[in-house]
């Protein structure tokens, strides 16, 4: 949503790396604008503020946290950390852009501040998202300022990377990492707020309370257990929703002989950790999505968001294995 605004936005997937990336000495690029999440794996963003903000270079950086607490003592805890302002999670982009064009100067008139994309030119006109209980379209929407597309992509990655949650808190739990369960839980109630999902919101926000509070497991296992309920029957539903869609009618007629190019020149870009197999698995989602089995072409899909082309090249193979059709010479010749 930044990027379609006219903003340059670079992720870092932790405080830890946020500080390095922002530290990197000379050749470091310079950043107009920090928005910086609270609960992080390896260092956290009040640990990270105060680091920052003990570099003089970075006394008058911005630095706006990002939080779904919107009590007032949580914006204390962070303006004392040295943060600048606070925005609640889910995100209300009129609110963000709001706080962005009040935080971001021009630098050296040269920088022009992002600005909320209005109007039918930033809604896409392609299909509409799926009509699911549970999940409150037109709340997922407003999020990303009526981008459809934009939409539709959160709820494959949502379906893709939350489906395990409570899986990994239970295993957390069960070696005593509460920190570890806690933010699992803090990521599932803001992804899910995100896209409308309300309900596992809400009990998402239940476990990570209980969590937080060192609830005995007979308190927390109950709370797990309807989460867990809640978001399979939601992942089910979206992905035989979003595999229905119109990308999967477009790609059936896609058959074996025609998917076996895309595939082998999808493995070499995997094969020689090439970026451009992002590119290339994203113009020929819709030819992939709807032919390769849908549990592999996630967590390829995934994988190759996370830039962990390894993983996706395992994938990808299982993918294809179970795809291939009888008598065809594909996996043969070695190119899966």
């Known amino acids: 949503m930044l990027k379609s605004a006219g903003a340059r936005v670079t992720v870092a997937n932790n405080g830890r790396e946020a500080v390095e990336r922002l530290r990197g000495g000379a050749t470091a690029e310079p950043f107009d604008l920090v928005l910086m999440d609270l609960q992080m794996p390896e260092m956290d963003g009040y640990e990270a503020t105060r680091q920052i903000r003990a570099d003089a270079r970075f006394d008058r950086l911005p630095i706006i946290a990002m939080t779904a607490y919107a009590m007032v003592e949580e914006r204390q805890h962070c303006l004392d950390a040295g943060m600048n302002d606070h925005v609640a999670k889910p995100i209300d982009p009129e609110a963000l852009f709001h706080t962005l064009l009040h935080w971001l100067k021009p630098r050296s008139g040269t920088v022009t501040p992002p600005r909320q994309p209005a109007g039918a030119a930033w809604r896409d006109v392609g299909p509409a998202p799926p009509n699911l209980a549970g999940l409150d379209t037109a709340s997922g929407l407003r999020r990303v300022a009526g981008n459809r597309k934009l939409y539709r992509d959160l709820l494959d990655q949502y379906a893709a990377g939350q489906a395990d949650t409570p899986a ?15 933010r699992l839980a803090h990521t599932l109630k803001g992804v899910s707020g995100n896209i409308g999902a309300t309900a596992i919101q809400r009990q998402a926000a239940d476990l990570e309370q209980a969590v937080r509070q060192q609830a005995a497991m007979p308190i927390i296992e109950p709370l797990l257990a309807q989460t867990g309920e809640t978001l399979a029957t939601l992942i089910a539903d979206l992905r035989a929703a979003l595999r229905a869609g119109p990308a999967a009618v477009a790609a059936a007629a896609v058959d074996w002989v025609e998917l076996a190019p895309i595939l082998a020149r999808l493995e070499q870009l995997l094969g020689d950790d090439d970026a451009e197999a992002a590119d290339y698995l994203a113009t020929h989602r819709a030819a992939l999505v709807g032919t390769l089995p849908i549990e592999p072409f996630l967590a390829m899909e995934k994988a190759v ?19 291939q059709k009888p008598g065809s010479s594909l996996l043969e010749a070695g190119r899966l």
Do not use: H, P, S
């Open 305 to 323: 968001g996370d830039y962990d082309f390894e993983e996706a090249l395992k994938q990808l193979r299982v993918a294809a294995r179970i795809k």
């Open 168 to 182: 990994r808190i239970r295993a957390a739990l069960a070696v005593g990492d509460r920190a570890t369960a806690e």
